[in-house]
């Protein structure tokens, strides 16, 4: 399983994962009882239980760039344009916005 660490605007939010069965996002505990904390995104509002999803949910599949910028980076990198989960934990570290993604073994 690949997970990756879910950050808003520097504040860990939650882990995205992936597993045989599809994609999980989860928000963290803390992340949820604080009152002023945002949702990271209006289609994944702040819940206790899991998004379960067999596809990549919108929101993160809409960080990974596109055009002649993710084609820099699959040359460059050598990354599969079809493994979409593997370029967001690869590529959304610093993306553009409120939101990074990173992967769980290169914690901050």
């Known amino acids: ?3 990756g660490l879910v950050y808003y605007k520097n504040k860990f939010a939650g882990i995205i ?8 996002f989860k928000y963290d505990i803390e992340y949820l009882k604080n009152e002023y904390s945002k949702p990271i995104s209006l289609t ?4 206790f239980e899991s998004y379960e999803s067999k596809i990549l949910f919108p929101f993160f ?5 596109e055009g ?4 820099i980076a699959v ?8 493994d979409r ?3 967001l934990l690869i590529l959304c570290k610093d993306c553009i916005g ?7 073994n290169e914690e901050k």
């Not at 994962?17 to 999980?24: P, Q, T």
């Not at 994944?44 to 819940?47: H, V």
């Not at 599949?61 to 760039?65: K, N, Q, T």
């Not at 040359?75 to 079809?82: D, E, G, Q, V, Y």
Request: proline residues 7%; without cysteine.
């Open 68 to 71: 002649w910028l993710l084609n």
């Open 98 to 104: 409120s939101i990074s993604i990173i992967p769980k």
């Open 85 to 87: 989960f593997g370029l």
């Open 44 to 47: 994944l509002p702040k819940q």
């Open 1 to 3: 399983m690949r997970e």
């Open 17 to 24: 994962s992936e597993n045989e069965d599809g994609f999980i």
């Open 61 to 65: 599949d809409g960080l990974i760039p």
């Open 75 to 82: 040359k460059n990198w050598k990354l599969n344009t079809k």
